[in-house]
């Protein structure tokens, strides 16, 4: 699979020749330098962006060869995102800001599965709360919340702890971690943490838009 942008200065190669397979299930750590291309692989394989040689297949279906609503409907109900930064709605309550994915896919569970979403997370006791009345590590918690609320076959994690202290980083991985072993979701993690790294069942250096190295780690926690 490849990627090649436009510039001014002409066509920018981003991904080049990549070729990864994940078994469903799989905890995967991406690693290597900014601008190695690891969040630019991520954004193609949740079909925010679209590759421009090769296949993409994920959750059974040719990326490719989907419109933007297919891709957006796939993306409602088998991918969940969660990203350095929170994304939430700040006028939102926690239980509104997890629910909201679930009310565009019509689900009439919308708030039952956000209300479990939210006790999974720790967050039980603050569904009523708006962003700003919730620290850093409650609002990234909301986040992972609604990435898991539609139990979706993959959970796609950006540097989920760069805007948190260690402490607080450390407990959201723990949580990440343990609602993937419990839910049999497949991971996939970009990380620049080479112990978070190495969690993962499997690492997969990047390096100039290709991959390097894929290693199967032993010290998965």
């Known amino acids: 699979m490849t990627l090649t942008l436009k510039s001014k200065a002409g066509p920018v190669e981003i991904l080049r020749g990549i070729d990864l397979a994940v078994p ?3 905890s995967v750590a991406l690693v290597g330098p900014s601008g190695s291309g690891k969040s630019s692989l991520l954004m193609v394989m949740t079909g925010l962006e679209a590759a421009t040689g090769g296949e993409v297949l994920i959750a059974g279906q040719d990326f490719t060869r989907l419109s933007e609503d297919e891709l ?3 993306r409602g109900r088998s991918i969940g995102i969660v990203f350095q930064s929170f994304h939430l709605i700040p006028t939102m309550t926690a239980i509104e800001n997890v629910a909201l994915p679930l009310e565009f896919l019509n689900r009439s569970d919308a708030f039952e599965r956000a209300e479990a979403a939210l006790a999974d997370v720790g967050l039980a006791d603050r569904h009523h709360h708006v962003p700003g009345q919730l620290s850093g590590g409650e609002q990234q918690r909301v986040a992972l919340a609604r990435a898991l609320a539609p139990q979706p076959k993959l959970l796609f994690a950006d540097e989920p702890t760069g ?12 949580l990440i971690f343990a609602l993937h072993r419990r839910m049999g979701t497949t991971l996939i993690l970009i990380t620049h943490d080479a112990a978070l790294a190495k969690r993962c ?21």
């Open 201 to 221: 069942e499997r690492v997969v250096a990047m390096k100039d838009g290709r991959i390097v190295r894929s290693i199967h780690e032993t010290a998965y926690a």
């Open 24 to 26: 469903e299930g799989q």
């Open 72 to 74: 957006a409907e796939i």
């Open 163 to 174: 805007n948190l202290d260690g402490e607080t980083g450390a407990q959201i991985m723990d």
